[in-house]
């Protein structure tokens, strides 16, 4: 169930909604469904240096390293 950022064309109002399936959302503010989808950024998560990387990334064997935190420095190591 993505998490969409909608615009609604009567009133203004920006707003991000999980929308199941089928659903079609309203406009918390007007109530509204005249609504258009907005191009979204996917959040990624980047080792802010290179000191703050995972120092078993190249035997590690998750797919989708994301530094330090996730626990497998530690566990591998």
């Known amino acids: 169930m993505p998490i ?3 615009v609604c064309h009567d009133c ?3 707003f ?3 929308v199941r399936s089928e659903e079609r959302p309203a406009c918390p503010s007007c109530g509204r ?3 258009t989808k907005r191009l979204s950024v996917p959040a990624a998560h980047v080792a802010a240096s290179p000191a703050d ?3 078993v990334r190249e035997s590690c064997p ?3 390293c994301s530094g330090r ?3 497998m420095a ?4």
């Open 53 to 55: 990387a995972c120092p």
């Open 33 to 35: 469904k005249k609504l």
């Open 69 to 71: 935190g996730c626990g």
């Open 12 to 14: 203004g109002h920006e």
């Open 62 to 64: 998750s797919q989708n």
């Open 74 to 77: 530690e566990w591998m190591g």
């Open 4 to 6: 969409y950022e909608y």
């Open 16 to 18: 991000e909604m999980l």
